[in-house]
């Protein structure tokens, strides 16, 4: 099993930036890619970007390119997206996710969630 806890959510103006981190614990070795997904009100979940845990290959979604970069530090077992330029299209519940390989489709496990809000 693999435990992700999200942090670095909070209220934001339009224009701002924010780090969100998901930590990992548990059996962190069996991870191959780690993902970021996003939840507005009354939408359905859309991923945002993802980082191989190994060589590093990343991945973006077309609405937040430019604006988000994903990193990860193994030693820490620690993922982050620094969002720049934020804007009211961008609150959501921010979920991180992780899976064993990148050519699966399909992420095994979830963090519980991170509220991000950007004021207009």
């Known amino acids: 099993q693999v435990q992700l806890v999200e942090s670095g959510g909070g209220l934001v103006q339009a224009g701002g930036s924010l780090r969100l981190s998901c930590a990992a614990s548990?059996?962190?070795?069996?991870?191959?890619?780690m993902g970021w997904f996003r939840q507005a009100p009354g939408k359905e979940r859309e991923f945002v970007s993802l980082?191989?845990?190994?060589?590093?290959?990343?991945s973006y979604a077309d609405s937040v390119k430019g604006r988000f970069t994903i990193s990860r530090d193994n030693a820490k077992n620690t993922m982050y997206l620094q969002m720049n330029s934020l804007s009211p299209e961008d609150t959501a519940v921010y979920y991180c996710?992780?899976?064993?390989?990148?050519?699966?489709?399909?992420?095994?496990?979830w963090g519980q969630g991170t509220q991000v809000t950007v004021s207009s």
């Open positions: 980082i191989t845990w190994r060589g590093g290959y990343t």
């Open positions: 548990g059996r962190t070795f069996s991870i191959g890619a």
């Open positions: 996710a992780a899976k064993s390989a990148l050519v699966l489709r399909e992420y095994d496990y």
